[in-house]
């Protein structure tokens, strides 16, 4: 039979199933090195060129309420004529579906048929069902060759194979959807990315777009018309083909790096540093949460681990001094940059140690006791005092609005009660200020939201709202680390009673903290406050711990 195009580019509607089965097929070169190419439409629907043979698929999508019969597959059409004596008799032509299937043998190379389709088989076809490895001996052949060598009788491809040929190189597979033959070709494209090409892709949406791509290459090949074009046109070689593949991994494996959740939200992956000894929530009955934590460091042999917090603080500094763009790129093109951006910011904090102590400490126990993703860095404002809050979280609520966490860490040497007053002082100053009023911009400006994980909290950064509209969104979290006499570097140096007058030292403290706020304007009732206060041995032992890790790093 002369090849034709019918069927073919006249039938290009969108992507159709047997564009799928097309991709399907295509990407199977990816890890087949046996697989030469793939044509589209030339033979037959699909040519998948091996190296010693070539598989001819054909793709039926043809509906119908029930499964396919062999009288179906064989069905021919036919011309009526009539015989001198005006006799109608019936001239059928060699045009079914498996005369069609079996005029593709016409290469030098041993051929391979297959049929797909979406419906089932009955029991008269289900025998070609079976694998070809698995047919020897098998009874049921007998039955269905006699049948086929009925409706085909003496007909030959052009290579001069007859129908019990066919039968024993011929498979029928049944796909019975799309969605099917699409989770197939994204697990190949996804295995493959990562086993070859060491990228992960983004599994919601790279190995998608990946398929589209493919799918309208195919097409594009398939509607060249074998008239007006050569056949190489409308093939795949696997050198092309996985060239072209990795240039789309590399696309999107780019894409995907700037769409990385650097963020774990995952507990087990998330260390805390230090150890939560008192909780209380009740306190005060007011409007806005008041919420006490007391937390310290461990003793390990009677000493206390200043090095255990130490290596806990050099933990979490990736996520305190990088930016998620930093912490993403993990090309080792940008290994160099990151570590000299990584070695700069670390030689500036050791200039604040405080701060970074008191920082990091804070940063941990949100991110290990909330469900929480952290903008960046400091978020500093632009004004003459040189404000910043030094952590600032999204924190994430599966069942209602998400919250702001906004927090301010200090660490106390010497007079605890008048480092309380200065802070409360600078804290009411600060609401007051034109630098709150402009943390909506510095906030929406600071955040990448690609790397983070998705949330609400833009409506209550606009820069027509305020915090009275959004108070109960907002929440304030101090973390004072002071000095206390209760706790000893050596624990034998200590009162057995220790952890009920630490409990009631930190209660002491964070009711100051609380009165005075209150005391300074009522306002600060409806405030959600939450207060972190870590009673240290030695605040000068613990700088010399951290520096001393932290440059060993």
Known sequence: MPKSDSGGIGAKKGFLYQDYVAALYTLKMLDDKSIEKVRCEVSDDIDIIYDDHIEYIQVKTTKADKSWQLSEFTKASYKTTKTKTGRERKKYNNDSILHKSLDCDAEHLNGLFRIVTPRDVYANLSYLKIPLSERSGNPRREGILKSLRGALRDYESPNGNNVEYWLDHATWQVIATDEQIKLAAFKIITTVAYEYCGVHLNPTRDPQRILNDLLTNLIEKSATSIVLR???????????????????????????????????????????????????????????DKSCRGIKGKYHRKKYKYESISKGITKWLPEVLLRPS?????????????????ASKKAHILSTLDSLIANVLLHSTIRTSYNSQPIPAH????????????????????????????????????????????????????????????????????????????HDIDEILQSNTSLDEHISRFRFAFFLGYETDILKCNQCEMSKEYLVELEAEVISHFQKLIDSLIEKDDFFEDLHIYVYLCPIPSIDTLKSSVRKVVEEV
């Open 326 to 342: 930093e912490i993403a790129d993990q090309s080792p093109e940008k290994l160099e940059d990151k570590i000299q951006s990584y």
């Open 230 to 288: 050569s056949e190489d046109q409308k093939t795949y070689t696997r050198k092309d083909f996985i060239y072209w593949f990795k240039k789309e991994v590399e696309h999107y494996g780019n894409q995907a790096r700037n769409q990385l959740k650097v963020y774990t939200t995952d507990s087990a992956k998330l260390t805390a540093i230090l150890d939560t000894f008192l909780t209380d929530d009740n306190l005060y009955r007011l409007e806005g």
């Open 379 to 454: 978020l500093y404002i632009d004004d003459e005092k040189g404000t910043s809050f030094d952590n600032v979280h999204i924190l994430l609520n599966d069942h209602e609005p998400d919250s702001l966490i906004m927090g301010f860490s200090h660490l106390i040497e010497g007079d605890v009660d008048g480092s309380l007053e200065k802070i409360v002082e600078k804290f009411d100053e600060l609401l007051e200020s034109d630098a709150f009023s402009s943390r909506n911009e510095k906030i929406l400006e600071d955040k990448e939201d690609s790397y983070l994980l998705k």
